[in-house]
């Protein structure tokens, strides 16, 4: 694998039940997100890592959580998903945080949907 | 509050020039983004944007005032490849990127 990949591509599910999202990187970059992309919204940050072992809460991170358990991967679990959830997920990753030229590469997105 | 503004949509010509403005009110700044995204894909980086003026890359260049809390995108030679939408993105004083809602370019042969 080369970049971010994220799975599944597309997820039809039914509120109340539990989905993780996965996502995985090969570029060793310390800085994982996760952001969600709904129609005549900007992209919106829900969590972020900074590096293995540490995560952060972005701008919406409720009824989400994540993990960090290593370098690559960076899973976003739904606990209990409602139909606000459905969007379009991209994973992104970046060198670090805290250096702005650090690019912010993207995975080619999970869709989920919630009935 | 912070915010970034930028059209919802727009449409050019092929070979055409256009210019996509972006308007930004944010806590703290660390320079501005510009990201394509193709339609069901991922945003991919165009360009950043820290210090005032112009940066020129090929066929499109990024202009950047801070004063003025202003950016825009020019593309030059429109080709039908470009269509797709644009992201305009600052990265406030966390170090994390508020983004816009993106413009829809829409080129017409």
């Known amino acids: 694998i080369a970049g971010i990949t994220q799975a599944p591509t597309s997820q039809i599910l039914a509120a109340g039940r539990r989905m993780t999202l996965r996502c995985t990187q090969d570029?060793?970059?310390?800085?994982m997100y996760w952001y969600r992309q709904d129609l005549g919204l900007g992209l919106r940050l829900i969590h972020y890592?900074?590096?293995?072992?540490?995560?952060g809460k972005g701008e919406v991170p409720d009824g989400y959580s994540v993990s960090r358990a290593n370098t690559d991967d960076f899973p976003l679990t739904l606990a209990s998903a409602v139909p606000s959830q459905t969007s379009v997920y991209f994973c992104a990753s970046s060198a670090s945080t805290s250096d702005p030229t650090d690019t912010q590469y993207f995975g080619p997105g999970t869709r989920l949907t919630v009935l | 509050g912070q915010n970034i503004d930028q059209p919802t949509e727009m449409t050019a010509t092929e070979g055409a020039i256009v210019q996509i403005n972006c308007t930004y009110q944010?806590?703290?700044?660390?320079?501005l983004f510009w990201y394509q995204q193709h339609a069901g894909e991922a945003p991919t980086f165009l360009s950043y944007n820290v210090l005032d003026g112009l940066e020129e890359k090929g066929r499109f260049s990024s202009f950047l005032s801070r004063s003025k809390g202003y950016s825009y995108l020019l593309l030059k030679e429109l080709q039908m490849k470009d269509s797709a939408s644009y992201l305009c993105?600052?990265?406030?004083?966390?170090?994390?990127?508020?983004w816009g809602a993106g413009t829809k370019l829409i080129i017409k042969p």
């Open positions: 890592s900074n590096t293995a072992g540490t995560t």
């Open positions: 944010t806590s703290g700044f660390n320079g």
């Open positions: 570029m060793r970059h310390n800085a």
């Open positions: 993105a600052v990265m406030d004083s966390n170090y994390q990127l508020i």
